[in-house]
C-alpha cells in the first residue's frame, strides 16, 4: 500500500484529533517529538564536524516552536545553534521554549523587522534549519519575512524544512516561485500533498501517530527503523496517493 499525501483538511483534522479526549496528547508532548526528529534528521545529513554553525529561523506558530525544541536538542547534540525569530510567539508554550534555549546558552538575536541581524548570522553559519510557517500558511508573505526568505536562498547555505517548506502552500507547493528551496525535508505526521514533488532527501519525523488514526485515515506510513525517530522516505513508492 502506498504512502499517503494529505491535503491541509486532514493535516488540521488529524492534529485535533492527537490533542483531543480520543488522542490524549498534549501540544508540548507532540512539539517536542516533533523538534526531536527535526533535530535527529539534520544531524544525520549534516554531521558536526562539517556543519557546527546551525542558524535556526522560527516562525510565532507552532512551527516556530518546533524550530525551538530542535535548537534546544542540537545543542545537547553538541552543534552551535543560534535561534532567529524576527516574530517571536506570543504563547506560553513559545516564551518557554525560548527561555529552556537561554538556559542551554544558545544565542537568540533579538527580534527586528531589519535584516542587518540575519546577514550577519548567514555570514557565520553553515546550515539553516527552516521552521518559520507551517502547513497553515497562506500567500501572500507578510513583511518582515517577505525579506528574510529571499536572503536564506541568496545565503546558498543548505536548508532543512520542517513539514512545508517555507512560502510553500501546503497543497499546491511552490507554484508561486516565492518559496524556499531546501535540500532537506522533514515532514511530521504524514507528508503534504504540496510537496509530492519535492526532490530532495524527505525524511519522516513525528513517531507518534496511534495505530488507530493510521488506520482511520488510512496514512500508510512506513516502518521506523528500530528505535530512530526518523525514516528516509527515498526507498518508500513514489506513487504516493493523496487524501
Not at 51 to 77: E, I, K, T
Not at 81 to 108: A, F
Not at 196 to 222: A, C, I, M, Q, Y
Request: include cysteine; aromatic fraction near 8%.
Amino acid at each position: 500500500m502506498s504512502l499517503r499525501y494529505i491535503s491541509a483538511r486532514v493535516a488540521q483534522q488529524i492534529d485535533e484529533e492527537l490533542m483531543s479526549s480520543v488522542g490524549a496528547f498534549s501540544i508540548d508532548q507532540l512539539m517536542e517529538l516533533a523538534g526531536l526528529a527535526c533535530a535527529k534528521v539534520l544531524a544525520t545529513v549534516y554531521a558536526k564536524d562539517r556543519y557546527p554553525r546551525v542558524l535556526v529561523c522560527c516562525g510565532p506558530g507552532n512551527q516556530g516552536g518546533d524550530g525551538l525544541v530542535a535548537a534546544r536538542h542540537l545543542g545537547m547534540f553538541g552543534y552551535e545553534p543560534t535561534v532567529y525569530m524576527p516574530k517571536p510567539g506570543s504563547k506560553d508554550i513559545y516564551k518557554r521554549l525560548e527561555k529552556q534555549c537561554e538556559n542551554m546558552e544558545i544565542p537568540i538575536l533579538p527580534p527586528s523587522n531589519g535584516v542587518e541581524d540575519l546577514q550577519n548570522a548567514l555570514q557565520s553559519s553553515d546550515v539553516i534549519l527552516d521552521a518559520i510557517f507551517g502547513f497553515s500558511f497562506k500567500p501572500p508573505i507578510r513583511t518582515p519575512f517577505d525579506k528574510v526568505l529571499p536572503l536564506l536562498t541568496e545565503s546558498r547555505l543548505p536548508i532543512v524544512s520542517v513539514d512545508i517548506p517555507s512560502g510553500w502552500d501546503v497543497e499546491k507547493g511552490n507554484d508561486l516561485g516565492v518559496g524556499l528551496k531546501p535540500d532537506v525535508l522533514v515532514s511530521l505526521t504524514a507528508p503534504k500533498e504540496g510537496v509530492k514533488d519535492f526532490t530532495g532527501r524527505h525524511f519522516l519525523g513525528g513517531r507518534f501517530v496511534p495505530k488507530s488514526l493510521e488506520k482511520k485515515f488510512e496514512l500508510n506510513l512506513p516502518p521506523y527503523p528500530g528505535a530512530d525517530q526518523i525514516v528516509e522516505l527515498d526507498s518508500c513508492p513514489k506513487q504516493a496517493l493523496h487524501l
